[in-house]
Structures are given as C-alpha cells and as structure tokens.
C-alpha cells in the first residue's frame, strides 16, 4: 500500500473508518467486522478511525478487541466531543476539562496507552478552539495523543487552531457529490500544510451503485434520516451515477472503485477513509488505491458531479449548523 502524509504523520493512502460497524447502517455482524479491520491490517492498510460517539463508545471497544496484538502496525484515530445522548439528543462539547476525560475513556475502550491521531469531532461554539486545542497539546505533552486533528471545521477555525498548535489533520466529508470543501478549506489547508483526511468518500455507499431506492436501506439506517437518501432527491441524484457507471464499465472497475480513484487523484495531501464491514469490500479498496483514471474520465466525473446537480443536504438541518464553524 502506497503510503501518504497527514501533516507529519505518515499513514496508508486509503485507511478505514469504522462508524458503520457499530450499526449506524442497519445490522453489522461484529465478528465480521473484527476479521474485517484486521483483514485490512494485514492488506497495509494502516489508518484506522473511529470516534466516542460511534454506538456511544461500542465501535472503539470492537476496535480495541480487534487490534489485540497487531496495535503497533496501525495509526489509531478517534474523535471526542460529539455527543450522543441516552435520550437521543445530540450536543458538543469542547471545554477543556473535558478534553483529558473524553481521552482517558477512549484510551481505555481502545486498550491502548496513546491515541496517534485525536480530532475534535464538532466544534464547540461556545469554547474558544484556542481553549480546546489548548487542552489537547497537555495530552501531546503527556504522550497520551501523538497528533491533534479537527472534524468539519471552519477556516477561520482551522488557522486559530493550527496557531494554538500544529494540526495534523481535517477530517471533512469530500466525494464525487461532496465538493463544498474545494472552494476555501481544501486550499487553507494546504497553505497550513495540514493533511486532509475524507470521510464517506464513497457518499455512504450511495457511489457504490448498489442504492436503487429507499428500499434499499434497512429500517434503522440512519441514512433514511438523511435528506439526500429520502424520495424524491434520491431518486433524482441516481441520474448522477450513470456517468461513474459508464467510467467504471469503461476502465474496468467497479463504480466505487472509481469513486475512490477520483478522490485520491484530488491530491498527495487527500487521504479517504471509506468504510467497509466485509473483508472484500477492503479487498476492493486495496485495488482502488493503484487505479490511475485518465484525465479524460476525471474531467468526465468533475463535470457531471457538480453541487448544483445534487438534491438534499448531507444532513438534517439541524446537524448541518453543526458544520464549517
């Protein structure tokens, strides 16, 4: 596996996030998805990222299970401060007292001394992020974290916090059908020297081709909550995939592995992190990540793929004042 820079730290180019796991996408068969983080582990995959608030800590006590004796060959990721509530209520929480109890809590679900890579998940708008980072380099000193990330941050955010001290990482979602990053935060980040790392680089599976309708997701998907999956707009934006089907026919792979190839062609400082809870999708990944797309075909999906031609937002409204603060 090619390898690829997040700040200083360097890390597979394609690594694995693990939300899905824990049942944000319907039913997951948790031993598969131990064989699964492990199976990519063995494939060089070495990022792997999760977060507190995935099944309210459950994903980072499978991920501990799952990396006994094979910790020190991955880079361990996880966030903090994205609150979800027993209620179902959701909330952040940047303060820096909470800062080192969030991390000692993870650090015990994960079993591990040290997180390489820690994110704020949400910024907090209520906390200065000079306070929250603030209290994140007392976890760098301590050698309780090795890196300091941000998730779906602003760029006046981004520049206060990488002042405060070095940020390794933006975790932001970028895809085909997510390119609002391209305009301000992509480039600041690249002026900072600050990596970026892509989540739901394969639109939460809906660039795989295998979403045909509502139908297709389970009851409990938290996609059906998600506007972009509901009725009408989902059944205008599979009109978006028939130029990824056509590339994909064309190159001789699948629709997802071109969604993947297209990303990781964005840049040496874009690192995607789609998720996968079966062994051959990590299989299917693995080759995507030495697919070279002609510049024909990428000029293709650039220009079918544009925000005007996507219906729905990425989240609920409510969430989505959430994001870019």
Known sequence: MKTRRLGRLEVSAIGLGCMGMTGLYGARDAEESKATIRHAVDRGITLIDTSDAYGNGKNETMI?????????KVVLATKFGNLRNPDGSTGVNGRPDYVPKACDASLKRLGT??????????????VPIEETVGAMAKLVEAGKIGHIGLSEAG???????HAEHPVAALQTEYSLWTRDVEDEILPACRELGIGFNAYAPLGRGFLTGRIDGPGSLEENDRRRDMPRFQDENLEQNLDLLKTL??????????PAQVALAWTLA?????????????????DAN???AEIALPAAALARLDGDFVA??????????????RLGI
């Open 266 to 282: 964005m840049g040496e400082d874009i690192v995607p992190i789609p998720g996968a809870s079966r062994r051959k999708w990590i």
């Open 245 to 254: 089907e056509a590339v994909a026919e064309e190159t001789g792979h699948t």
């Open 64 to 72: 501990g299970e799952a990396l006994k004796g094979l910790r020190s």
């Open 286 to 288: 693995v080759e995507a």
């Open 308 to 321: 005007a031609r996507v219906h729905g937002t990425r989240y609920p409204g409510g969430q989505m004042k």
């Open 113 to 126: 001394d040290h997180i390489d890579l820690y994110f704020v998940h949400r910024i907090d708008p209520d």
């Open 155 to 161: 760029v006046a955010t981004i520049r206060r916090a």
